[in-house]
């Protein structure tokens, strides 16, 4: 693991600048050294006070989002992919200024629960607006992560095998998957497999519960999700991603369907978090020395 | 267990007469006593002719419905209420007329991704159309059960716990829980804790895994599950649920986000899904044996 | 739970009384509540210095002993038998001496890998020397608890259920099961139904990873321990065990087959397992409290 | 998977030719293609006849064995090591004159608990004897497996690294590991990445329960045991491996500690196993299909 993440949902519903100045110092008060920011649209926060406030707290920022109906780059309407690929370059920009590196998230198409099939012609124009993204984005820094989401949060994309021929049709290296145990768990036959089929095209990984609350409140076998890890020399940063009604943005609350809080204090859910991710981490370290010493 | 059943979507899109009635045979065929059909508009179908084949066949039929939005029991709006106050009490006379003695599914709210957070009012309008739903299927000879379902496909009961309260609410205790393990992967802190604190509320339940195609084509802890039945002594029935949009109603594969086919061939999902049950429902009897004999 | 224990082999071979004084100090400044001390010959120990020690530190004395093959209880041999009712009552004196009030392990046999079946004259010969035992043990004020092994480890109780019905033998309701998760999961058909089965009949419980070594360094699954615990409102001690050749007692080691060494450090092993135990039985709580919540 | 074999323990205590004939067609007949003899002593048995009846049954016989103390190839005592050395060829010869093809179990070391520590002289004794019987073992056309097993079976080889890094120091190509669940639950700190670690090398495999009884009726995670297998494009034989007290020969049963009869009648025994493994594998082939489909 490089960094551990906190996304700024368990601090803030991102609606002001304040709050999200907050979400950073209370990010780096947990221990965290990189926080997930939803889109940060320039024309509402100064990006340039958000990036020189985490640097000064040495936390990198990660931007993710969904698109959406109206920008949805996997439509079969050319003027909405126009639209999604208009929003996609403003991002990239916004991630850039905001001294980021990374844009991640449903990049590909709406945020929704979708009520049609994904058409082969959707597939292709997601593929070619993420292909010419990337262009753009490289010459910004910024890479381009796609992440896996379950069948209830996006058609085209649901699982790791998928989200690999994908990126081939995009026609760029450059873009990588983004992967989440919360979405492997109702959409991977095995989710620890789906880490070593991904292998080095992951890299960016979120760490979420079942149900999306407390670590260790839900059923996922961590355990393996981080021997998987290991066994593919995964190296880059890892996120803790949960949601409380209590908290989060009410669009993003309505399009996950966060309709109990499964807990109100975010202060000891992140540091919780943070304990839990670093002695998981560790204990797969050790059972991954144990295994192999004679 | 009871009976061992099957949905009616492994086998048919239910559109046609014929198609339930060879549905019917394939059951049998493939060893199942029991199979679940969607609601049967008495209007499309000829329910008697379909209630004689069971018979012949020893296939008893329990029916499972999510409502419409238009004839949502959980709506602020009286009148919407009372149009679902009517779709169950018909659906109640065709269960009846059918030869079914059971009516599942989503009775107390629309089967849809919601975008708003349930209301307080809509528990009530709902619980108090259950309550009164039942009075009338106890007259029919049909018990209602209440499937307990994910964030996804209903805002109202996706925990248990939330199921037990609704009971109360409902004023009735003829009304029971409908648990799923496909729903419970998502929303239970510990599905087989759930199990046992549902207790003797639990009156039919669903076998459905993790992706809900093949059983062992994810992550539920099966195991557990046939152990928490066995602690709480379910005697009731148990019923295989699998979707795939090979077969499946294409309404039925919107609502539940079945863009991949995970199977196309439903004979041998059926005879393996038969096999898997009753394998792993003999071993937690065994295992229930072997760990209380001094 | 009630207090945290820590094995005092993690720190010392406990030969000498210096070493046992200092694993005191160990166990306390890592935090734990209880040390598990084997059986102290009062000839070779000044007790009542290490009861002192243990006051000043707040820390509780827990001893716990494997009968040698000459003093086996289990023995049809009445002389055997006697020279094992004397060991016996001369340990629950030291367990009084060195200020502690509960006497555990294989109270009940020899610790060692038997080369012949029980038998039924042993069965009672060893239930009635515990039952005996047990009466000297309160007005000694000290329990017996009687732990479950494994089969390599003594052929007389190597399950729950086997300790239970062993217990109606002893004919005295002051003695208690001793369970413990490393023997556990060679023997129980399922570990936390065992847990559930005992109820209110553990008093003891040790953690211990598949191999010994670290907590999560093996197959152990402990998420499901820490709720059965729960499910059966354990309240009392919890104690860390584990066996390195690095420290062990020799004897220990020959009986246990440590023939590796899982960790040379054990206060990095110490701290870790008592953030595992601390933070599992947190999410165990929360698990609880999650899953019950409407 | 190449054939599906069963120990014949599950038979018979191997005692008479009539006990041994009868357990190839009770193997047969329960549907497997290999059963598994312990060492066949060709003074008390007719060899030649037991593979023509397992010719025209065509079932493959494969030998297992562990060596007694006096013939112990693993101690510092050249002569022990001669004795063992030459017992090796005996059961070489043996397997070969009973139609076998390979021997496999505890070769290097006795088949007992222990009472010392492994020492780096028996280690490179114990190497080197079976460096020797390989190259006699390859005229004969038999192959040499190694059993990695628990400690309390062995003190040499507990787990595959330790077994990898014994068949370096053979000097011989051709020994390969014999691999067993019930070991592993005891030894790995995770059992899949084990058989991943040992992946080629391993070239025999047993199906064991955690309690040594039923498929089932224990804590092994065969799921995962399964996709691993498949991870390393196993292709050679599964045996199924089950003893109880109601069979099994008394000095295997004193070695291995089995006090409690987990079972009694071995005709359901044997089909479960077969039912439970090739119903798993099917599953574990499905599962990485799914996986991997995009």
């Not at 649209?41 to 969904?66: H, N, S, W, Y």
């Not at 026609?171 to 089929?197: C, K, Q, W, Y």
Request: proline share 3%.
């Amino acid at each position: 693991m490089r960094r551990l993440g906190v996304h700024s949902f368990v601090w803030t519903d991102g609606k002001t600048q304040a709050g999200l100045e907050r979400a950073l110092e209370q990010s780096a008060e947990a221990g965290y050294g990189l926080i997930e920011f939803a889109y940060l649209r320039p024309e509402l926060f100064d990006l340039d006070a958000l990036a020189k406030r985490a640097q000064g707290l040495d936390i990198e920022i990660t931007v993710t989002m969904g698109l959406p109906v109206a920008a949805d780059v996997s439509s079969e309407d050319p003027a909405v992919v126009k639209a999604g690929e208009a929003l996609l370059a403003n991002a990239v920009a916004a991630v850039r200024d905001v001294g980021g590196t990374r844009l991640g998230g449903i990049l590909y198409s709406a945020h929704r629960k979708y009520d049609a099939k994904p058409t082969a012609r959707g597939w292709q124009n997601s593929a070619a607006a993420i292909g010419k993204t990337a262009d753009a984005a490289r010459e910004a820094g910024v890479s381009l992560v796609l992440e896996v989401v379950n069948r209830f949060e996006s058609n085209l994309i649901n699982t790791t095998a998928q989200g690999l021929a994908f990126l081939k049709d995009t026609g760029s290296d450059d873009v990588t998957l983004h992967l989440d145990t919360f979405h492997m768990n109702i959409e991977e036959a095995n989710p620890a497999a789906a880490i070593r089929l991904a292998g080095p095209k992951v890299s960016y990984f979120h760490i979420g519960e079942s149900n999306r609350g407390y670590l260790g409140d839900g059923v996922i076998d961590f355990d393996r999700t981080f021997d998987a890890l290991l066994d593919i020399g995964y190296s880059s940063d890892i996120t803790f991603e949960s949601f409380s009604g209590a908290i989060v943005d009410e669009a993003l609350c309505l399009a996950c369907g966060i309709w109990r809080d499964t807990w109100t204090d975010n202060v000891p859910l992140a540091r919780h978090a943070k304990a839990y991710i670093e002695l998981k981490l560790g204990e797969a370290e050790r059972r991954r020395a144990t295994n192999a010493r004679p």
